[in-house]
């Protein structure tokens, strides 16, 4: 079946500093990809949708210099998470859709923690 | 309306039982509708899904029942263990426009053994 890998699945970060976080489509060739943050005993909160070669697509109120997005190949997207703030520790997950049955697939998921 | 509501928020069963999560939505467009299963700490896992040709879905010990008219659907746990013990995500889209999933509230579901 299709796999996602999402690294680091955890980081620890000081604040004021970028964090990236990567996610893979491992099997297939992902034109979308979409970004979620999840807060605790919460669901998942689209953050936003990236498109292989475009700029991703933001969901309202989520800060696009903030969450930088980078979708430069078709199994390759990224987040930045720039100057973090203790409020910006998270649950983060990516998910990728597969074109040849339209699944959806997740990563494991990174937390992040900024101190 | 591009809502969907999930119940119950929480859910305690003993082994064995069956437990039931319901979900319900508006938009008459969607045409895709999985399950999720999540551990802690764990990304979200497809566990079952349904497009609204059909009624119901069985796969091992999970089966989805749907109602198009109603637009309504559930997911059942035959036979649940203590490892099924984890959070259930609802979800829909519209498959064909590739368009993103939308989640229920989530169903924090305990097994006691």
């Known amino acids: 079946g299709a796999v996602v890998s999402q690294h680091p699945s955890w980081v620890i970060c000081k604040s004021g500093t970028s964090v990236k976080i990567e996610c893979r489509s491992l099997d297939f060739q992902a034109t979308t990809m979409f970004w979620y943050r999840q807060f605790p005993k919460q669901s998942l909160m689209l953050m936003a949708t990236?498109?292989?070669?475009?700029?991703?697509?933001?969901e309202q109120g989520v800060e696009k210099d903030k969450f930088l997005i980078n979708h430069a190949s078709l199994t390759l997207s990224t987040l930045t998470v720039t100057s973090a703030h203790p409020e910006d520790s998270s649950f983060y997950i990516c998910?990728?859709?597969?074109?040849?049955?339209?699944?959806?697939?997740f990563g494991s998921g990174t937390r992040l923690t900024v101190v | 309306q591009q809502q969907v509501k999930q119940s119950p928020q929480s859910l305690i069963v003993q082994k064995g039982g069956i437990p039931i999560i319901n979900c319900a939505y508006e938009n008459t467009a969607f045409d895709y509708f999985p399950w999720y299963q999540q551990f802690p700490g764990k990304g979200p896992a497809l566990l079952i899904a349904?497009?609204?040709?059909?009624s119901e879905k069985k796969e091992g010990r999970f089966t989805i029942s749907f109602n198009k008219s109603a637009k309504q659907f559930s997911l059942h746990i035959m036979d649940s263990q203590p490892g099924d013990s984890a959070t259930y995500f609802c979800?829909?889209?519209?498959?064909?426009?590739?368009?993103?999933?939308?989640f229920g509230e989530g169903t924090q579901l305990t097994v006691n053994p």
């Open positions: 979800a829909a889209s519209v498959e064909t426009s590739g368009s993103r999933l939308t």
């Open positions: 990236s498109n292989e070669g475009s700029k991703a697509t933001y």
């Open positions: 998910s990728a859709r597969d074109p040849s049955n339209y699944g959806y697939t």
């Open positions: 349904i497009r609204p040709d059909v």
